[in-house]
């Protein structure tokens, strides 16, 4: 009984924050499926990573808040439909909404047969940017959770070498803890600029972080 009164004083908790929150209310106002547009867009303000033109690849992209972002940045004054000056490749294991003129494949990033589906869309273009706001299913194990949150990181990584123009850039999600460290390092080893970013729309409880790695330092 006790343990139930707690979980809806926890629930009731996050809901008045969520209600209350500027990011949601931003979100909901200007069109967003997620708060989590505004992470994207402060780190895309900070570095000028995407600009009209570019090719984009959208990695754990449901429910499609930051292809919606990314698809305002490469329409001509911002628009949410119509032309769009460049391509989206967006990938999930959940399905996500379709977002005109971006291409959704539905997969598991860490399958070779979604990666070469995920390859062939690409069509052999240099990609300018990758952006992954991919997070495992968390077991509360730290260091499951640590191998599973390094794993996506580094298999996106893996294909930022492969498939990123000489002076792209790289956002990844992770997490503060354990794993840390040794990601940050995979990232210095990889790029010419590594920059850790906290955004102010991600939460300060929350030990989300993000690092932009921009210019590959051994192009593929
Ligand atoms: C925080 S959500 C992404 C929110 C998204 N950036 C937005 O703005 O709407 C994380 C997503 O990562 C996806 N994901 C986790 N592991 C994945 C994997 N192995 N392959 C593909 N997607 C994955 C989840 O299904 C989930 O939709």
Known sequence: MKAQTKSKKVNKAWLNDHV???YV??????????????????IDEQFG??????????LGSSPGAWS??????????????????????????????PIE????????FREEEVLARLQEAVQGRAVDVVVSDMAPNLSGVESVDAVRIAHLIELAVDFAVHHLKPEGALVVKLFHGSGYTQLVQLF?????????????????????????????????
């Open 101 to 108: 003129g971006v291409t959704f494949l539905q997969g598991d």
């Open 188 to 220: 210095k080893e990889t790029f010419r600029v590594v920059k850790p970013v906290k955004p102010k729309a991600s939460r300060d409880k929350s030990s989300e972080t993000f690092l932009v790695g921009i210019g590959l330092k051994h192009p593929a």
């Open 49 to 58: 990573l995407i600009r009209p033109g570019h090719v984009v690849v959208d």
């Open 25 to 42: 209310k931003a979100a909901q106002k200007d069109g967003y499926r997620a708060r989590a547009a505004y992470k994207l867009k402060e």
């Open 20 to 22: 209350n929150d500027p």
């Open 68 to 97: 919606q972002y990314v698809r305002r940045r490469l329409a001509p004054g911002g628009a949410a439909a119509g032309r769009l000056d460049g391509a989206i490749i967006a990938l999930d294991i959940l399905p996500m909404e």
